[in-house]
């Protein structure tokens, strides 16, 4: 018989041994952002449904049938957050942050919750990455969704993700969307008795998320629908296009809607190999509409979310995966002197390689040089630093390689070098 109290279906805990690729991961994406003049915002769980309702939309899937919703005590309808681009906007326009700032560059990190069907890839409680660029108009509107789509690529390049795929799409403006929506509907309409009961409901709601669908027999009626001729790729996107040729490898693929409601204009998508079925890894676009449905000005946007587990799936599939490179980039201090100065010493070191993404582990108040090799050797880390009274005095380490075997003395400032090439070894 299993444990009386268990996670809820979909939802799962994050525990120790698999928690450090998270941490390091948030932490890689902090870095990033902030070097690239984003700020972090965070917003409550909990939401008033309406606010996802007016967004994300009420014919999306997202809001038909996968939010958590419920009535508080006050018998008011609240929802937990499915995304973030909504509470996102309901925060700046909420405290006015536009009338301080001309545009805004924001990012957060943090638990999403979605009612699916849980599969892997696929949970009940997920985690997203995301960034929002709000009303930077100064830059026009192809050149910040080439941005967004570069802070994207050059992330996914910096946690050392390799094999990707971008896709894009053309939503067309406003105007253009709604004039596409009737031409789509009519040709749908046409072929309604062919089209599965989803399709059928979607085509009356919101038809462009026909082209989502994955049931086989509505393949050849959207196989045919003539988007190039109801939507032509416009000018501006054209643009993006031409600015990301030669930067960034991409597909255009037209059937590319999106699951919310908010878009116009581009979107896009990433895709990893090797995640199965929910291989989506990131996905966003430009919402242009957003802040005046939720009762602001005209607002431009563009932003994206990462979707944490798929990320980090991808990252423990690549060579070395994931597990591997944080087994490597882990170092363990051993003090062997009680001696005030060395002890500060070490402290200071650790915080050195600490901010250089090394991570330190270290047993304090040990002296003995056997008990800190048995502790790293529990860890499992595979280069273990000395100190003792001698190394203290010529400012110097010795470097104990458990793996090969080997052990060196190095200078301070040659230690960096020496633990750089041999963690990449
Ligand atoms: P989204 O495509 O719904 O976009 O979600 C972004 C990413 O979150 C997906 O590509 C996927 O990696 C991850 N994700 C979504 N649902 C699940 C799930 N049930 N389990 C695991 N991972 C999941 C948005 O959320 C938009 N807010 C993106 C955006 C930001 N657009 C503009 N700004």
Wanted: glycine fraction near 6%; aromatic fraction near 10%.
């Amino acid at each position: 018989m299993g444990p009386k109290y268990q996670a809820l279906k979909g939802m799962e805990d994050l525990l120790p041994g698999e928690i450090e690729k998270w941490q390091w991961l948030e932490q890689k994406a902090r870095v990033f952002f902030e070097s690239r003049s984003f700020k972090e915002i965070r917003t409550p769980l909990l939401e008033y449904t309406d606010l996802f309702t007016r967004s994300v939309g009420e014919a999306s899937d997202i809001v038909h049938k996968e939010m958590f919703s419920f009535k508080d005590r006050g018998d008011r309808d609240i929802s937990l957050r499915p995304e973030m681009t909504a509470s996102v906007a309901r925060a700046v326009i909420e405290h006015g942050l536009l009338k301080t700032n001309k545009s805004l560059r924001l990012y957060y990190l943090g638990p999403m919750f979605r009612a699916e069907r849980p599969q892997a890839g696929r949970k009940r409680q997920f985690h997203q990455i995301g960034i929002e660029i709000i009303n930077e108009t100064n830059l026009g509107g192809f050149n910040v969704d080439a941005e967004a789509i570069f802070q994207l690529c050059s992330f996914l390049s910096e946690v050392g993700l390799k094999d990707f795929r971008l896709r894009l799409n053309d939503l067309g403006d406003a105007v253009q969307q709604k004039q596409s929506a009737e031409k789509l509907k009519h040709y749908f309409s046409g072929h309604k008795t062919k089209l599965c009961p989803d399709c059928q409901y979607r085509l009356d709601r919101n038809v462009l998320r026909v082209f989502d669908c994955k049931n086989e027999s509505c393949q050849p009626v959207i196989d045919k629908a003539p988007w190039n001729e109801i939507a032509p790729l416009s000018k501006p996107f054209e643009a993006l296009t031409g600015a990301l040729k030669n930067h960034v490898p991409f597909e255009i693929n037209r059937r590319l809607v999106r699951g919310l409601d908010y878009y116009n204009g581009t979107v896009f998508e990433v895709t990893a190999a090797g995640l199965g079925a929910q291989d989506a890894l990131a996905g966003g676009g430009r919402y242009d509409r957003l802040y005046e449905d939720l009762g602001s000005d005209s607002t431009p946007c563009t932003g994206f979310s990462i979707g944490l587990e798929r990320l980090l799936a991808a990252l423990e599939n690549s060579t070395p995966s994931l597990s591997e490179r944080i087994k490597l980039r882990r170092v363990y201090l051993a003090p062997l002197e009680e001696n005030q100065k060395l002890r500060t010493q070490v402290y200071k070191d650790a915080l050195y390689l600490r901010q250089r993404d090394v991570q330190v582990e270290t047993l304090l108040g040990e002296t003995s040089l056997s008990k800190h090799l048995k502790k790293a050797n529990q860890l499992g880390i595979r280069f273990v630093l000395i100190m003792g009274s001698s190394e203290f005095e010529k400012r110097c380490w010795t470097a104990k390689d458990m793996e090969k075997k080997t052990q060196n003395e190095w200078p301070w400032e040659k230690l960096g070098t020496y633990l750089e090439e041999a963690l990449s070894s």
